[in-house]
Every structure is written in structure tokens, then in C-alpha cells.
T-cell receptor, first 116, second 116 residues
């Protein structure tokens, strides 16, 4: 079955320190991977995606993610965390059985808390 | 969020009442998705449309739920009769165009439904 796992419910990091939010996936064929962020009382916002090419993908707000095929992972990273990065982060993978409809399968989400 | 308008933002209703949630997407999309978000179950895909046609409604929890998309600029999600366990945030999302594996979704700000 195709799935996305975010093993951490919450990640705590001090402002200025590097952060990593973990994601692993299981999908048939080549994965199309996404990260979204949700701020309080808002919808999800697109951060970045991996389709093909360089394994290190850069996205919005200084975030990047590293695709690792052998480990089936797509961890989200940022070199220096800001308090304003505190939010709920979702990893998603395209359902390869959805044909051309680009249905996404979302992980459970990881709450990132950046402390001053 | 500006690309997808959902109304109302908040809805409080009594058990047994009919509830209609509305979504007005920006033009240019080809797929529209309805999601439900709760603390216990995370993000759940309820139904999605492509070119205004329902493609997969397997996520609709019960016959009490129905969704329509009469044209490209409007969709509704109806719950009749509503129950307390339907309390959640309901999101509408659209896919804008197609680039490789898709550029990802644009989400509305959601409707917070409380059934008492």
C-alpha cells in the first residue's frame, strides 16, 4: 500500500539551530514528493516538491528537502530555524494509482516548535 | 489561500441539521479536492473532481455526505443530517495546471464546523 510516514508528532528546536522534520514514503514507481506547511487557522501552503533531478530541493522560506531513494526518505531541513517557522508540516506523495489526477497522500503531520 | 475561497469560515449547527459548505476556486484549475482535518484522523480526502466530474468519492464517510460541482467555479459539500462526530475543519483544494508530476495543491482557509 502506498503511504507516507512522519515518525515525529512534534519537533522542538531552539531558534538559530538547524531543524529536520522527517518523512519516509512507500509508493510504486518513481515518487513525486511534496512538503506543505499549515499555520494556525489557515489552509496548507505548498513549500517544495521533488519530481526528478537533484536530490536536494530548495523551497520557500529557506527550507530544503533531501530525497534519498535508498532510504525512501524525504526529510525537510532548514539551516537556521526561526520562531516564525513554528507550524504544522505535512509530507505528501503522489498516489501513483490515481492516473493523471495527481491525488496526494498526506502524512499525519509534524508540529514544529521553535523556541526563542 | 487567496486562490480558493471557502464559506463560511465557521459554522456551528445543531445535530440533525443540514450543513452546506461552499468552495469557490480560482479559474484555471482542473481538479478540485475536499479534505477533512481532525486531531484524531489528520487529513482525510473525502472526494475529488476533475473537470467538474466526481472521480473518486470513496473517502466520503457516509451517505449523509454529498458533494457537487455544477461548474468550474463552484463546489459544495453537504452533510444531512449532521452529527457531532462531523465536527472538523473542511478544506477545499485545487490543482493548478500540470507540470511534470503536478505543481501541488492550493488550499482554501477551511471551514471549521462544530455540530452540537
Amino acid at each position: 500500500a502506498q503511504s507516507v510516514a512522519q515518525p515525529e508528532d512534534q519537533v522542538n528546536v531552539a531558534e538559530g539551530n538547524p531543524l529536520t522534520v522527517k518523512c519516509t514514503y512507500s509508493v510504486s514507481g518513481n515518487p513525486y514528493l511534496f512538503w506543505y506547511v499549515q499555520y494556525p487557522n489557515r489552509g496548507l501552503q505548498f513549500l517544495l516538491k521533488y519530481i526528478t533531478g537533484d536530490n536536494l530541493v530548495k523551497g520557500s522560506y529557506g527550507f530544503e528537502a533531501e530525497f534519498n531513494k535508498s532510504q525512501t526518505s524525504f526529510h525537510l531541513k532548514k539551516p537556521s530555524a526561526l520562531v516564525s517557522d513554528s507550524a504544522l508540516y505535512f509530507c505528501a506523495v503522489r498516489d501513483s494509482f490515481s492516473g493523471g489526477y495527481n491525488k496526494l497522500i498526506f502524512g499525519a503531520g509534524t508540529r514544529l516548535a521553535v523556541h526563542p | 489561500d487567496a486562490g480558493v475561497i471557502q464559506s463560511p469560515r465557521h459554522e456551528v449547527t445543531e445535530m440533525g441539521q443540514e450543513v452546506t459548505l461552499r468552495c469557490k476556486p480560482i479559474s484555471g484549475h482542473n481538479s478540485l479536492f475536499w479534505y477533512r482535518q481532525t486531531m484524531m484522523r489528520g487529513l482525510e480526502l473525502l472526494i475529488y473532481f476533475n473537470n467538474n466530474v466526481p472521480i473518486d468519492d470513496s473517502g466520503m464517510p457516509e451517505d449523509r455526505f454529498s458533494a457537487k460541482m455544477p461548474n468550474a467555479s463552484f463546489s459544495t459539500l453537504k452533510i444531512q443530517p449532521s452529527e457531532p462526530r462531523d465536527s472538523a475543519v473542511y478544506f477545499c483544494a485545487v490543482l493548478l495546471g500540470y507540470t511534470g508530476g503536478g505543481y501541488g495543491y492550493t488550499f482554501g482557509s477551511g471551514t471549521r464546523l462544530t455540530v452540537v
